[in-house]
């Protein structure tokens, strides 16, 4: 029913910086947690950042915390993350996701009913 598409990834120099927006269509996204992810190369879907419906509340994975800031702007139907300090291990395809109502783990992939198709970002040292 939601078509998430997210933008913003490229190719960047360690230390620097890229914006990441989720753009959302089909259906408002402001009864959801949303949340990002990132998945590399052979490796499996990790837990980046989340913030609650109303924004009151971000949640960080240890590796995103002091560098990565997630936002939503619920008026535009998007959600951002900002990433500085980029370092080669940041390289992955980065995903959206919009979390289930039913669910209240907000680091966990299962508790999200949806995704993007993902953005690539790659960190060069």
């Known amino acids: 029913q939601v078509v998430l598409v997210e933008s913003g990834g490229g190719l960047v120099q360690s230390g620097g910086s890229l914006r990441l927006s989720c753009a959302a269509s089909?259906?408002?996204?402001?009864?959801?947690?949303m949340g990002w992810f990132r998945q590399a190369l052979g490796k499996e879907r990790d837990f980046v950042a989340a913030?609650?419906?109303?924004?009151?509340?971000?949640y960080y994975a240890d590796f995103a915390k002091g560098r990565f800031t997630i936002s939503r702007d619920n008026a535009e139907n998007t959600v951002i993350l900002q990433m500085d300090s980029l370092a080669p291990g940041d390289s992955a395809v980065y995903y959206c996701?919009?979390?289930?109502?039913?669910?209240?783990?907000?680091?966990?992939?299962?508790?999200?009913?949806?995704w993007g198709q993902g953005t690539q970002v790659t960190v060069s040292s």
């Open positions: 089909g259906r408002t996204i402001k009864p959801y947690g």
């Open positions: 996701g919009r979390k289930s109502l039913s669910r209240s783990d907000y680091r966990e992939p299962m508790a999200y009913d949806a």
């Open positions: 913030i609650t419906w109303n924004g009151g509340t971000t």
